[in-house]
């Protein structure tokens, strides 16, 4: 099994930051990339940033400039700074990863429980 605890999130005001932080452990042999994603309330989860194990990053439009995903390969950890933030970011954020386990070397999706970010204008 895979686990994933995200961490870091709060309260901010507008033009404020937080920078997550997503731990996974378990039987992983490889990560081959792992993201962010958010639900609002009342609306559907949305893709934010991934990273590949070659280090390739993907935005969403919306956050683009402002957010930065980098991970710690040594750690298996991703972050994710979150800079300008408005008050359209408010959401529960959440980690996933894309992982070969063991014993199987299969891959597959794992996700975190997730973490609050409240942006207040």
């Known amino acids: 099994q895979v686990q994933l605890v995200e961490s870091g999130g709060g309260s901010v005001q507008a033009g404020g930051s937080l920078r997550l932080s997503c731990a996974a452990s378990g039987s992983i042999v490889r990560i081959n990339a792992m993201g962010w994603h958010r639900q609002a309330p009342g609306k559907q989860r949305e893709l934010v940033a991934t990273i590949t194990s070659g280090d390739s990053t993907n935005y969403a439009d919306d956050v683009k400039g402002r957010f930065t995903i980098s991970r710690d390969n040594t750690e298996n950890t991703v972050y994710l700074q979150m800079n300008s933030l408005k008050p359209e970011d408010t959401a529960v954020y959440y980690c996933?990863?894309?992982?070969?386990?063991?014993?199987?070397?299969?891959?597959?999706?794992?996700w975190g429980l997730g973490t609050q970010v409240t942006v207040s204008s």
């Open positions: 996933n990863a894309n992982v070969n386990t063991w014993p199987s070397l299969l891959f597959g999706n794992y």
